[in-house]
């Protein structure tokens, strides 16, 4: 399963990005899920407290292109192992 994201993860776009994250966790089974960061221009707190909630269920691959989304990647994953569970 790939989600896609483009833009800005921030302010109403967070509370949809929980919605359909919510949907797609129901479907998703056993599947891999992989979210792809590559266009994602800004995330406030909120929604980095979504992409970490959402990595920490689902184990997704990462994917970016950038500096900022290669941070934003690693803030992500390191949240989920400074919580004690592998990478």
């Known amino acids: ?3 896609k994201m483009e ?3 921030a302010g109403p776009w967070v509370v949809e990005l929980t919605r359909t994250w919510a949907e797609a966790a129901a479907r998703r089974g056993t599947r891999a899920v992989l979210i ?3 266009d994602v221009t800004y995330a406030d707190e ?3 407290r ?3 909630g959402m990595y920490a269920e689902s184990g997704a691959k990462l994917v970016t292109s ?3 989304t290669q941070f ?3 803030e992500i994953s390191r949240a989920r192992s400074s919580n004690g569970d592998a990478k």
Request: hydrophobic residues 50%; glycine residues 10%.
């Open 7 to 9: 833009g800005r993860v």
């Open 1 to 3: 399963m790939a989600i």
């Open 72 to 74: 934003l990647a690693e």
């Open 66 to 68: 950038t500096p900022w």
């Open 50 to 52: 979504v992409l970490r």
């Open 36 to 38: 792809d960061l590559s």
């Open 46 to 48: 909120s929604g980095k």
